[in-house]
């Protein structure tokens, strides 16, 4: 954690404004303390921030959730990959439909879990971490049949398409 101080001339025409806005975009910043303050010497907004240093933001929790981010075109097949993003699809359009975020369906690491188990019943999807009765309940059959549909048998030819 490192801290770096700013003044800011209160008639400030935007120049201090931008080098401080510029800084703040560039960095994960952890707080801001501002104070005014009005002297012999003229008026001036004395900011404190306090931030990462520079090998933090580069880390592999530097998407601010405190989890490393995971790029799961790297991590699955080609095959599997197609399966997550149709799956992903039909997580949006429900969590559209139920006003809700997507996360609050199946976060990625559950769909990623799906399609690597190979889930093909409410039974293999109440197996991955978090999916509960509740969700299994609202979006169990929707995904079963998504995940069925994404993955067909290997005398089945042409296109999969998920249901709707």
Known sequence: MQLRFFRIPAGDTGCFAEELNAFLRGHRILT???????????????????????AADTGPAANGTGKVKIDYREKLN??????????????????????????????????????????????????????????????????VAALRVGRPSSHTAGTAVLPS
């Open 78 to 143: 080609a095959e599997d990959f197609a399966v997550f993003s149709a799956l992903r699809d039909v997580r949006k359009e429900l969590a559209e439909r139920d006003g809700v975020p997507v996360y609050a369906v199946f976060t990625n690491e559950q769909i990623a879990e799906m399609v690597t188990s190979k889930a093909d019943s409410l039974t293999a999807l109440r197996k991955i971490d978090g999916v509960g009765d509740s969700r299994i309940e609202k979006y169990g059959e929707r995904f």
């Open 32 to 54: 801001v303390q501002r104070e005014f303050v009005s002297g012999a010497d003229g008026a001036w907004w004395a900011i404190c921030v306090e931030y990462l240093s520079a």
